[in-house]
């Protein structure tokens, strides 16, 4: 079945530095793939999505492009924040089966001053 | 405009006890779904509905049942709280008009079986 494999936390990085999140699918189909983030005590909110292969999704400085070659959707950001410090998720839509939306375990990101 | 919303916040239950939760969502959305989050395993989906009246087991089902009465309230119940229950439930919607289908979150229900 369709799964996200996303590198396990957590990720402690100082302000201003480069971050990435590597995220990898398994799907028979042909998927729509998503970051969502979730911050302390919330529950989970879309950061950015992508809909076929090459297209990027981009928000708050947050950028990832739908690689199908390598099934890959890689989050990164140039400079982090302070306030970026949450739990990322990336997660997998089927087009086939919509109502099935599947999670990676995700990954914690702490940032320092 | 509250979005979704669940009740209650937390809960602590006795293994065999029963409770209902609460997921309630004011975007008209057709869809919504049950789903646990536990650590490293990331969401799991429990049960969905396409539509008042609907309901459609998820990817572990077992131990709960879910009933959607009407559009907006989507409701978990456990009939015999087990402590491999404990984790915490989000509830989410999503709209049919959304053809990426992206869903809204609930701020979570924390429940711990004891």
């Known amino acids: 079945g369709d799964s996200v494999t996303q590198m396990e936390g957590p990720v402690t990085l100082s302000e201003e530095a480069f971050l990435t999140i590597n995220c990898t699918y398994t799907?028979?189909?042909?998927?729509?793939l998503f970051w969502y983030v979730q911050y302390p005590g919330e529950g989970l909110q879309l950061l950015l999505k992508?809909?076929?292969?090459?297209d990027k999704g981009s928000n708050k400085g947050f950028e990832a492009t739908y690689r199908k070659e390598t099934t890959s959707f890689h989050l990164e950001k140039g400079s982090v924040q302070v306030s970026d410090s949450a739990v990322y998720f990336c997660?997998?839509?089927?087009?086939?089966?919509?109502?099935?939306?599947?999670f990676g375990a995700g990954t914690r990101l702490t940032v320092k001053p | 405009n509250a979005g979704v919303t669940q009740t209650p916040k937390f809960r602590v239950l006795k293994t065999g006890q029963s409770m209902t939760l609460l997921c309630a969502q004011d975007?008209?959305?057709?869809?919504m779904y049950w789903y646990r989050q536990d650590p490293g395993m990331g969401l799991r989906l429990i049960h969905y509905?396409?539509?008042?009246?609907?309901?459609a087991k998820g990817e572990v089902p077992d131990g709960y049942n879910v009933s959607r009465l009407k559009k907006q309230n989507f409701l978990l119940g456990l009939e015999s709280a087990a402590p491999s229950q404990t984790s915490v439930y989000f509830c989410?919607?999503?709209?049919?008009?959304?053809?990426?289908?992206?869903?809204?979150f609930g701020p979570g229900t924390r429940l711990t079986v004891t």
């Open positions: 989410a919607s999503s709209s049919e008009a959304d053809i990426y289908y992206e869903q809204y």
């Open positions: 799907a028979t189909g042909y998927p729509s």
């Open positions: 992508a809909t076929k292969a090459d």
């Open positions: 997660a997998l839509s089927d087009q086939w089966n919509n109502n099935d939306m599947r």
């Open positions: 975007m008209n959305h057709e869809y």
């Open positions: 509905s396409v539509g008042e009246g609907t309901t």
